[in-house]
């Protein structure tokens, strides 16, 4: 693969690693729903999807006609794609740098609040009223927990209320910062330099990668 490819591939690779990075080494948790969360990771290996299938099934004979903005329609269909997806997902709620054992009082709390009638089973929880059920899911390798939807029947309005009042809860929680993060932050410096000096070894062969891309 040439370098030009290289960091199309892995460029938004290293940002989301930064971006995860810094999340985890913020003092806060931090909260975003599932519908984000697939977003940004659609994001990040979208240029992937640039170098693998889309050059792969690359439409020359539309390619013909509409030169480069051949590539504005690729990159529609991606994008149509993705909230395709985005849309047929349930409901999550990611929260970023923090453990279970942490989230379990502050959640149980304002369940109280939110729902009389709400009621535990282990780590799944049913708040009736708002017509949300969940299950509490833990990444303990990455010190995070996910909010995961149980069953078919479900109320976003509940999901999109259980969110806003989660969201104000862990904004007055403070935390440890996750080690993890460091390696995260490393990994996307160490990828981003890589690509630097991929560049700077021929950056005419790169611009002479992207016109042929375009077909220019």
Do not use: K
């Not at 690693?17 to 985890?24: P, R, S, V, Y």
């Not at 290996?45 to 480069?68: C, K, T």
């Not at 104000?168 to 993060?181: H, I, S």
């Amino acid at each position: 693969m040439d370098a030009f490819r290289l960091c199309l591939a892995l460029g938004p690779v290293a940002v989301y690693l930064l971006l995860l990075g810094a999340i985890n080494l913020s003092r806060r948790p931090f909260l975003v729903s599932g519908t984000r969360d697939a977003a940004a990771l659609s994001l990040a290996i979208s240029g992937f999807v640039i170098v693998g299938p889309m050059e792969l099934f690359f439409p020359n004979a539309a390619a013909m006609r509409f030169g480069p903005y051949v590539w504005v329609l690729l990159l529609a269909f991606y994008a149509l794609c993705v909230v395709l997806v985005l849309l047929l997902l349930r409901p999550r709620l990611i929260i970023y740098n923090i453990s279970a054992d942490q989230l379990r009082p502050i959640l149980a709390e304002l369940v109280e609040q939110l729902d009389s009638d709400a009621r535990w089973a282990g780590d799944g929880l049913v708040l009736p009223n708002l017509g949300v059920q969940l299950y509490v899911d833990n990444l303990t390798a990455m010190r995070n927990v996910s909010l995961m939807s149980a069953g078919g029947s479900q109320n976003h309005a509940g999901w999109q209320r259980l969110e806003r009042v989660l969201a104000a809860a862990l904004w007055r929680v403070e935390v440890t910062r996750n080690p993890r993060g460091v390696s995260l932050i490393t990994a996307a410096m160490l990828i981003a330099l890589a690509l630097i000096m991929a560049i700077a070894r021929d950056p005419q062969a790169v611009a002479h990668a992207l016109f042929d891309m375009l077909r220019l």
